[in-house]
């Protein structure tokens, strides 16, 4: 599901906005970096989280959400000078396990582990 365009995407800086909304259907919208994320094999996203506080609550309720990235370094449509990605899918968080613990020895601010099933992956540029 995920491309190799959005594999690139990754690999170079570039803010990453996650969105959620919980019964209230009030969006709760954070930020953190390209470089924070990892892909796993089976391609869900992980990302090492301090905080989050208001997408861990909207995410008890409800675990959709929906996640934008992009980067100016990677060619997108038409030779445009930059491209991003529109992701849909269901957010968990966890502070144990062993994907927890091998992103918590690379980033040690983290308190949670944040886990993005991707349902779907749309390039936008």
């Known amino acids: 599901m995920l491309s ?4 690139e995407v990754t690999k170079n800086e570039g803010v990453v906005s ?4 919980g019964s209230d259907a009030q969006p709760s919208v954070r930020c953190t970096w390209n470089s924070y994320l990892r892909i796993t094999q089976d391609q869900r996203l992980l990302a090492p989280i301090a905080g989050f506080t208001s997408v861990q609550q909207d995410v008890a309720v409800n675990d959709r959400v929906i996640m934008t990235l992009g980067s100016r370094e990677v060619e997108g449509f038409n030779g445009y000078q930059g491209t991003g990605f529109l992701i849909e899918g269901r957010a968990r968080f966890t502070d144990s396990g062993e994907e927890f613990d091998q992103m918590k020895a690379e980033y ?3 308190n949670k582990l944040l886990e993005i099933t991707v349902e779907s992956a749309k390039q936008l540029l």
């Open 18 to 21: 996650i969105t959620s909304w």
């Open 108 to 110: 040690p601010f983290m």
């Open 4 to 7: 190799e365009k959005f594999y």
